[in-house]
């Protein structure tokens, strides 16, 4: 028996154009909505009055009306920064910036507005709701930061989906963002393991036996929502939660960001059976030349990049405000030593002698086939005297092909 060490030599990117518009899809449906009602200082609502919903990285603008009982509803927001600005003849403008909107957040900003000129505005600096009052569902949302910056061994964003409270990860996704069987290995609040509904951007991200179909590059990824109890029934697909990455679009600036990352030689560990062959001294002494024998060199580079803006075409089309572009790329570059236990032929045996085998008992005896014959219901053939394959049997092509197998 011997302990072979081959090479591996893994390649990946991922390579993402994303054209983002500013007119809502039904695609979009776990983005953000801001829901409200608008009343005057005595609590009577207001019916007609416009509300504006402003992101502040984009400046898309999306305007919803409040109805008969001074209800508004302003859906399919993408998650980032908001303002909100009411206006109604007879009222002071109303505006209440640094509202932070969080992928599947369905928060209420109700609104009190004031006779006056509309010229004028009231202007609201207390903080946004953190919870989301609107919905009775249990998440936690991973934000970019976390995605792009905190330690994931292979580049896979699946690191961070434990860090949601709930969530039990059977096995590492230490393999790589490709490795989906491993970034899918999730158990949700007691559920079972790879029970979760998986979506990007809205759009199921579900491939064979509870997997997802990809990872996306952490750069690319605005935000991570891990729904883990009193989903409604659009995500209730599943044994388990749910799992929703919001990819970054493109803002009024350009933005960009990039990374590299390496590991090889001592920063890397040998696997349990090299250390022992290594180690065992029936094997020889320790040298470092042994051990240079028996670590193949591993190494992983890692490379990464965004960026994103408003599409601006010169002297043709702006599209500041309105229409903006991302890209992402994330490639791999890695040489992985990969350990097999396997049996190789003796010389002896590459020889057809096969005798020594005799010795751990008679269910080793080779039968020649060439003697086959009925004996009543069976069929019988005689042992090969002395357990050796005569050398005109052997065929000369599996002669030299048994001689690419290393020797003991």
């Not at 590492?172 to 069987?181: C, F, S």
Request: glycine share 12%.
């Amino acid at each position: 028996m011997e302990v072979f060490l081959s090479m591996r030599r893994d390649s990946a990117f991922f390579l993402m154009l994303i054209l983002i518009c500013s007119f809502p899809l039904a695609s979009q449906d776990p983005r953000g909505t801001i829901v409200g009602k608008v009343s005057d200082t005595t609590g009577g609502v207001i019916p007609g009055v416009t509300v504006h919903a402003v992101n502040a990285s984009t400046g898309v603008s999306v305007r919803a009306t409040t109805n008969a009982g001074g209800q508004y509803e302003i859906p399919y927001l993408v998650p980032g920064p908001y303002k909100v600005d009411a206006d109604s003849a007879g009222f002071r403008r109303w505006s209440h910036p640094g509202i932070e909107l969080r992928t599947g957040d369905r928060i209420q900003i109700d609104i009190q507005m004031v006779l006056g000129d509309v010229a004028e505005v009231v202007e609201v600096n207390a903080a946004a709701p953190i919870l989301d009052s609107a919905t009775s569902s249990v998440a936690q949302v991973m934000t970019s930061d976390e995605a792009a910056n905190l330690p994931q061994r292979g580049g896979s964003l699946a690191w961070i989906y434990g860090l949601s409270p709930g969530v039990v990860m059977p096995g590492l996704p230490a393999g790589g963002p490709w490795n989906v069987d491993q970034s899918s290995a999730l158990s949700v609040a007691g559920s079972g393991n790879r029970g979760l509904d998986f979506s990007v951007d809205g759009v199921s991200n579900n491939s064979y036996d509870g997997n997802a179909a990809f990872t996306p590059p952490p750069d690319m990824v605005q935000e991570v929502r891990v729904q883990t109890a009193t989903y409604d029934a659009s995500i209730g697909h599943t044994t388990g939660g749910s799992l929703s990455i919001s990819l970054k679009s493109g803002t009024n600036e350009v933005h960009g960001s990039g990374g590299a990352a390496a590991a090889w030689g001592p920063l890397m560990t040998r696997n349990f059976f090299t250390n022992k062959w290594i180690f065992d001294p029936t094997t020889g002494p320790v040298t470092d030349a042994k051990i240079k024998s028996r670590t193949p060199a591993e190494n992983w580079k890692r490379y990464s990049v965004a960026v994103g803006g408003p599409l601006v075409i010169p002297g043709l089309y702006n599209g500041k405000n309105r229409t903006f572009w991302m890209f992402g790329y994330q490639g791999h570059d890695r040489k992985q030593p990969v350990s097999n236990l396997v049996s190789v032929p003796t010389e002896a045996q590459r020889k057809g002698d096969f005798s020594a085998l005799l010795g751990l008992g008679a269910d080793y005896q080779i039968y020649d086939p060439f003697t086959t014959r009925a004996s009543g219901s069976r069929l019988q053939r005689n042992p090969l005297p002395g357990n050796i394959v005569p050398p005109s049997r052997i065929h000369p092509i599996g002669q030299k092909l048994i001689n690419y197998y290393p020797l003991r």
